[in-house]
C-alpha cells in the first residue's frame, strides 16, 4: 500500500491520476468501498474517530490511500476537532508503518518519506 | 533563466531566505510586494519586511492587484512577495480578477518572468490545519493550492523553508 499525504490542494489527486495513472472510477472519495484508491481518509475518520484504527486491515487492502495534513495550525477549540485531527494523525501513523512506500506531497511534488 | 519558488508554513523564514538568494542574482533586484497596508498586523509586516530588506538594494513596487500590467525598468532579478496576498487580492478586492483570479496571476507572473532574467516567488502552505472553512476560503486554499502546483511544475527549484532552513522539493540548492 502507498501512502499519500499531503496538505489540502496540494496535488495528492493529481499524483493519484497523472503519475500513477489511476482512471477516475478507481478513486474513492471519503468512501470505504472495493476500489483500488481512496482519497480524502481524514473525511472518513470524522465520522467515528474513537474506532478509526478499526479501519487499518481495510485500509492496508488498498493500493493507494491518500489522506490530509490536518495536523498543523492551532489546536481547536472545539474536543472534536482535536480528537478528530488527532485521530488522523495516528491512523497515518500506522497506516505509514505499514505501508511499502509513503509520500509527502508539496506544490504537487512529492518527497518519499519511506 | 532560472525559476524559484519557496514555500512554507507561517515564519518558516521563506521572506529572509528569498531576499538572500535574490540577492545573489544579478542586479537589478527588484521586489514587488503584494501585502495591502491595511490594519496594524500588515502594517507591522510590512514595516517588518522593509526593515529587512533595508540597505539590500531592492526597488520595491507596490502592486496588489493585476500584476500583468507590472513594467520592470531593466532586466534583473524579481522578488514576488508573496502568492498567498495576490490570490487573496484578486479574489477579493473590488480591483480585483475575482474568479478569473487563477488565470491573472498566472498571466501576470508569465509577463514579469519575461520581462526579467531570474524570478523568485514566494507562496504559503495554507491547507494543513484541518480547520473547517467557509467556501469562500476554501476557494482561496484551491486557488492557491493550483498556483503553487502549476508554478512548480515550470520551475527549475522548488524549496520548502523550514526553521529558515531550505529543503529541496525540487532543482538544486543555490
Not at chain 1, 18 to 25: D, H, M
Not at chain 1, 87 to 92: E, Q, V, Y
Request: hydrophobic share 40%; charged share 20%; aromatic share 6%.
Amino acid at each position: 500500500m502507498i501512502l499519500i499525504v499531503g496538505a489540502k490542494a496540494a496535488g495528492k489527486l493529481d499524483y493519484l491520476t497523472q503519475s500513477l495513472g489511476y482512471a477516475e472510477e478507481a478513486i474513492a472519495d471519503a468512501v470505504l468501498d472495493d476500489r483500488p484508491a481512496l482519497v480524502n481518509l481524514q473525511e472518513i475518520v470524522k465520522v467515528d474517530p474513537q474506532h478509526c484504527l478499526g479501519l487499518l486491515p481495510e485500509l492496508l487492502r488498498k493500493e493507494v490511500v491518500a489522506c490530509n495534513e490536518v495536523g498543523s495550525g492551532v489546536i481547536p477549540i472545539s474536543n472534536a476537532d482535536t480528537e478528530w485531527r488527532e485521530a488522523t494523525g495516528r491512523l497515518c501513523n500506522a497506516l505509514a508503518c505499514q505501508a511499502d512506500q509513503v509520500l509527502r506531497i508539496v506544490c504537487g511534488i512529492p518527497t518519499v518519506l519511506k | 533563466m532560472m525559476r524559484f519558488l519557496l514555500t512554507g508554513g507561517s515564519a518558516c523564514g521563506k521572506s529572509s531566505y528569498a531576499e538572500k538568494l535574490a540577492r545573489r542574482l544579478p542586479a537589478p533586484h527588484y521586489y514587488l510586494a503584494a501585502m495591502q497596508p491595511f490594519g496594524e498586523e500588515s502594517l507591522a509586516r510590512i514595516a517588518r519586511h522593509q526593515k529587512q530588506r533595508a540597505g539590500m538594494g531592492f526597488q520595491t513596487i507596490e502592486r496588489y492587484t493585476d500584476i500583468v500590467g507590472v513594467d520592470l525598468p531593466e532586466r534583473g532579478t524579481l522578488l514576488l512577495e508573496c502568492l498567498c496576498n495576490l490570490t487573496a487580492n484578486e479574489l477579493y478586492d473590488e480591483a480585483g480578477a475575482g474568479q478569473q483570479a487563477l488565470a491573472a496571476i498566472l498571466r501576470g507572473v508569465a509577463r514579469l518572468e519575461a520581462q526579467c532574467e531570474h524570478i523568485v516567488v514566494v507562496t504559503n502552505d495554507v491547507g494543513s490545519d484541518g480547520a473547517e472553512y467557509d467556501n469562500m476560503v476554501l476557494e482561496y486554499i484551491d486557488v492557491l493550492g493550483e498556483l503553487n502546483r502549476r508554478l512548480a511544475a515550470q520551475y527549475d527549484h522548488v524549496y520548502e523553508l523550514c526553521c529558515g532552513l531550505p529543503c529541496v522539493l525540487k532543482g538544486e540548492l543555490w
